[in-house]
């Protein structure tokens, strides 16, 4: 059994916290919440958010037993990108991205 949770729309690189992903995947759920925890990343926090939101499903959902749960999948997809201009010099414009992200994370029972 899996629970999973996503967050969309989230307004950060997902390049940014793909680097957190790979850092929680596949550990068990107290492991990767205490990582997410200490590392000094505004993705971190968001991730965290997105775990602990996956651990409440499958604890609510699935009557799963949080200890044995582990991280399953870790991922940030691209959302909207926001496109915006930076005037530069001969009336020329420059083009800025302001991207978004979609991050999921699914949670399974260790067996």
């Known amino acids: 059994m899996q629970a999973q949770a996503i967050a969309k729309y989230v307004r950060i ?13 596949g550990k068990s759920v107290d492991e990767a919440l205490s990582i997410l925890k200490f590392t000094n ?5 968001e991730l965290y ?3 602990k939101s ?4 499958a604890e609510n959902n699935l009557n799963l037993d949080r200890s044995d749960l582990y991280v399953k ?3 940030a997809n691209d959302g909207p990108t926001m496109k915006r201009f930076r005037p530069k010099a001969k009336g020329m414009a420059y083009p800025i991205l302001k991207r978004s992200s979609h991050i999921g994370v699914v949670v399974a029972e260790r067996e």
């Not at 996956?54 to 499903?57: G, K, R, T």
């Open 54 to 57: 996956a651990v409440a499903n």
């Open 73 to 75: 999948k870790a991922y």
């Open 41 to 45: 990343k505004r993705g971190a926090h």
């Open 13 to 25: 690189s997902p390049l940014k916290v793909n680097y957190i992903c790979a850092e929680i995947r």
């Open 49 to 51: 958010k997105v775990l």
